[in-house]
């Protein structure tokens, strides 16, 4: 499953993920990976999720930044659930990027049954084209 958690900027989506993904860690089965632009909420986060800082990695597209998430699920056979963080940070805001990537990654989702979360700033009621499930911040 697609999920995304959309707002603007400062609406709370950060605090919302990290919650979402420290409830989910009390009961998965499987592994939880964070990915973020930054190391925002490192300490808020439970020690068995995995948190990955994406500005360490020349990450700059679509392809390298599926690239990057292909690498992280063919590294974990285990993973549950990936969030993704400040993704329209990561598109410099380009919403057609965001777009493509939302189409793109429904295809990892089904192939490899791994859900993502991802959170996205957006403006006030915009949704997008593709069919996802919105979560409330």
Not at 26 to 44: A, P, Q, R, W
Not at 80 to 89: R, S
Not at 129 to 135: A, G, N, Q
Request: overall charge negative; proline content about 1%; some cysteine.
């Amino acid at each position: 499953m697609v999920q995304v958690i959309t707002g603007e900027k400062g609406a709370g989506k950060t605090k919302k993920l990290i919650s979402t993904a420290n409830e989910m860690a009390l009961n998965s089965k499987g592994h939880i990976v964070y990915i973020s632009n930054n190391l925002e909420g490192m300490f808020d986060l439970k020690p068995c999720i995995r948190l990955v800082d994406a500005s360490q990695f020349p990450i700059s597209s679509i392809d390298s930044l599926l690239g990057f998430v292909y690498g992280i699920v063919s590294e974990d056979y285990d993973i549950d659930t990936i969030f993704i963080d400040n993704l329209n940070y990561m598109f410099k805001d380009n919403y057609d990027d965001i777009q493509e990537f939302l189409k793109r990654i429904k295809f990892v989702e089904e192939k490899y049954g791994i859900n993502f979360i991802l959170g996205i700033s957006t403006a006030k009621g915009k949704k997008f084209d593709i069919e996802v499930e919105y979560l409330a911040v």
